[in-house]
């Protein structure tokens, strides 16, 4: 009588396999599955962070995963390792990036669309801190490097879902049509613009493109000079 050799397969080696060889839109479940394990997937995550350094919406959600547990070792580690989060902070002009990454990390939202705003008015100089928006003259100026890295916090802790190059993206599907897009990431229903704050969603919820938001109502050269920005041509 023959006996069937024992299943010596491991799940969280299972996991770290398929985490490691998957690609990125892939790896987002895997990591979910891992911080269902507990703290043998929470040590797995750690694993995966220093294994891959350059920021994506994997690591992103890694990174998010373990910031929330705020215990003392988690918190240990990222001090050391990543003491301002996943996305390194490069600046033309010396703007702080790290409120930015702090709020979008912990899926502030909301708080980090204006911070955005805010952001994006220091890199247009002083006048355009002072009144708190932008003139379409004032988008292509804009360093390259900057739209860069904040576009890429809000890829990477939005798990692909926000950011200026999505909104692009989906534009650029439509046929360049704004009304279009408008209705396709939520910014108006009908003939109705959508009422800030309140009927916005502030989370992963929302339609893909969704944040961060432009102020359509002075019309629409702000987001069309930002879209058309020759950041977005870059090889």
């Known amino acids: 009588m023959t006996t069937s050799a024992p ?10 396999t ?3 060889s998957e690609p990125e839109n892939k790896q ?3 990591i979910e599955a891992a911080i269902g394990l507990g703290e043998t997937g929470l040590d797995l995550l750690t694993e995966f962070l220093l294994a891959h350094p350059q920021p994506t919406c994997a690591t992103g959600k890694a990174y998010q995963a373990l910031l929330a547990v705020d215990s003392a070792k988690t918190n240990e580690f990222l001090q050391r390792h990543f003491p301002e989060g996943v996305v390194p902070l490069r600046s033309a002009q010396n703007v702080d990036y790290a409120p930015l990454q702090k ?5 502030y939202f909301q708080t980090a669309d204006q911070m955005t705003l805010h952001k994006l008015c220091e890199l247009a100089g002083t006048d355009a801190v002072q009144r708190r928006w932008l003139y379409f003259t004032e988008i292509e100026p804009l360093p390259n490097l900057d739209l860069q890295t904040i576009n890429t916090l809000w890829l990477v802790y939005s798990e692909g879902r926000f950011g200026f190059s999505v909104q692009r993206d989906l534009w650029l599907s439509l046929g ?3 009304e279009r897009l408008w209705a396709q990431i939520g910014w108006k229903s009908g003939n109705n613009w959508t009422r800030y704050p309140q009927e ?3 989370d992963l919820s929302a339609p893909k493109g969704h944040l961060p938001l432009s102020n359509q109502l002075r019309g629409v ?6 879209l058309n920005h020759p950041v977005w041509s870059e090889g």
């Open 7 to 16: 299943d010596t397969s491991n799940p969280l080696t299972d996991l770290r």
């Open 18 to 20: 398929k985490l490691w």
């Open 28 to 30: 987002l479940p895997l």
């Open 103 to 107: 709020l979008l990390a912990q899926r």
């Open 176 to 178: 360049k049509n704004w």
């Open 200 to 202: 916005f969603t502030w």
């Open 221 to 226: 050269r702000v987001i069309d000079a930002l």
